[in-house]
């Protein structure tokens, strides 16, 4: 049974809001925007909300009807879609095709669909054909938009932060707000579906590796005080008993973090934390985590230290040896994110990595490898370069399940990862391309059937400048972001 949703009748006038995540219910719940977002539109006044989910994450077209009151989606004003993985854009236009929605927004009065999230602030074009604005960057800094749009029923229209995609390519910023907002304790819980609560700690991240979206469009790094997400994290545990994750790019970056894990120890609230930067981790940090009864500690060497540092990862091998040693004493497992077809890779930088591994493990730390093809993002400066054939990304997979140390070994599926770079780096043709995959069920096969008719080489191919997402312009200026490429190119020639 679902608790904590806002109870709001419907008023005649109000304007009809479908809040639709395109995937499950349970993925929904997972997302902290989405309670953001689903309480912020609530707050509207004149806006009635109801909540929209596909019922799995693939098949052929279903009509949705409204999770509250059962109404169909093409009944609504507007669709307020969070999008946070590339992938989703096909599940958004199976959504809209089961609906009986019109995909091109030219052919549709309403409902309006407005999406945000990182991967259509980094690049909309893909999926400009199918919507009517794109909020770019942080929701807060367009929120006063969002709200004159459809709590006073404004026209849709360009902002500095907002993408108006039927304007043509319009120059557009990212937005960001200038702090983290203090998080309130509402969130929509069902037992079924709730594991844990997340808690902001911090937004953004202070370092900017080239191969990383989020490094690159979610500047400044903001951190909340230890007090702030240590009196929020305490709240929700109390209110809802659910494990805290805590949220951030980078936790242990922010000066508060030993504060907040010390407040949080010692007031019983359970919490997890993701992926640590191995560099900024001392023996105080990993006593503390394993006193708070973490188990893992997650880390992200992701390549030789050679590569590592010329894609700005600051952290050497040694770091890594030492964090597995301290690991070790405190009885934790280590969980490694590893890259293959990072460019310029050579067999020396697998089997330096391997080295690393095998250092890692001899201090008897129990490893968990988890590989993952590199998948070239826009806003990076990697963003001119051409993705490996998935062949060539499956054999550098086996030759890192050949040469690793571990106890147990992982990967990212490298067909997945080229679809995923050609959702990325698309622009406006690659809609045909999600619209097919759409009506043919979004499953595997269906993407197989896209690269056969040429999608893939989206990602294959290098690109030159202008670039389809040249006019949105993020915190890394295009020029900047070509010098970090020419200097990557220097360190690793072989790319
Ligand atoms: S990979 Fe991690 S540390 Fe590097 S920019 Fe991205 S979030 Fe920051």
């Not at 500095?160 to 983290?180: C, D, M, N, Q």
């Not at 006593?287 to 952290?315: C, Y």
Request: contains cysteine; charged residues 25%; glycine residues 8%.
């Amino acid at each position: 049974m679902e608790q904590g949703a806002a109870v709001k009748k419907y008023r005649k006038g109000m304007t009809r809001v479908a809040l639709l995540y395109p995937s499950t219910y349970e993925v929904a719940l997972s997302s902290l925007v989405y309670h953001r977002l689903y309480f912020t539109l609530n707050d509207m006044e004149n806006v009635y909300v109801e909540r929209f989910f596909l019922r799995s994450p693939g098949g052929p077209p279903e009509p949705l009807r409204g999770y509250e009151g059962g109404a169909p989606l093409r009944s609504f004003d507007f669709i307020v879609a969070p999008i946070h993985y590339e992938l989703d854009y096909a599940n958004l236009a199976r959504a809209l095709l089961g609906s009986g929605v019109p995909v091109p927004s030219r052919e549709r009065a309403s409902p309006k669909v407005i999406v945000g999230g990182p991967a259509p602030t980094a690049n909309p074009e893909p999926i400009a054909d199918m919507v009517d604005a794109v909020v770019m960057g942080d929701l807060e800094a367009s929120q006063g938009w969002l709200e004159g749009v459809l709590n006073e029923g404004m026209p849709i229209e360009p902002a500095e932060t907002v993408y108006v995609p039927a304007e043509g390519k319009h120059e557009v910023r990212i937005g960001y707000s200038a702090s983290v907002p203090r998080g309130d304790l509402r969130r929509i819980r069902a037992p079924e579906a709730s594991f844990s609560i997340a808690v902001e700690v911090a937004r953004g991240c202070p370092f900017s590796c080239a191969f990383c979206l989020e490094g690159h469009i979610t500047k400044p790094f903001r951190t909340r005080p230890a007090s702030e997400v240590i009196e929020e994290a305490e709240g929700l545990y109390r209110l809802y008993g659910l494990r805290v994750a805590l949220v951030s790019l980078t936790a242990n970056a922010s000066p508060w973090f030993k504060d907040i894990v010390r407040g949080l120890v010692a007031r019983g609230v359970p919490f997890s934390v993701p992926s640590l930067r191995a560099e900024l981790l001392d023996e105080e940090s990993i006593d503390l985590l394993a006193r708070a009864g973490q188990l893992t500690l997650t880390l992200a060497p992701e390549a030789s230290e050679r590569l590592r540092e010329a894609l700005g990862k600051l952290a050497k091998d040694e770091d890594f040896v030492r964090a597995a040693r301290l690991a070790a004493s405190k009885g934790m497992k280590v969980k490694l994110y590893a890259l293959v077809g990072v460019p310029g890779e050579t067999m020396d930088d697998l089997r330096a990595f391997a080295e690393l591994t095998r250092r890692m493990a001899a201090s008897g730390v129990r490893l968990e490898l988890s590989v993952n093809p590199l998948v070239i993002k826009p806003q990076t400066p990697l963003q001119w370069l051409p993705m490996l054939p998935e062949d060539e990304l499956n054999s550098r997979i086996r030759a890192a399940r050949d040469l690793y140390a571990y106890e147990r070994f992982s990967y990212y599926d490298p067909f997945e990862a080229l679809v995923q770079g050609s959702l990325s780096l698309g622009d406006r043709d690659a809609l045909k391309y999600i619209v097919e995959v759409a009506r043919d069920g979004v499953g595997r096969g269906s993407w197989r059937r896209a690269a056969s008719r040429g999608f893939l080489s989206i990602a294959l191919r290098p690109r030159r400048s202008p670039l389809p997402w040249s006019h949105v312009k993020g915190p890394f200026d295009e020029k900047v972001l070509a010098e970090r490429l020419r200097a990557y190119l220097e360190r690793v020639p072989e790319a």
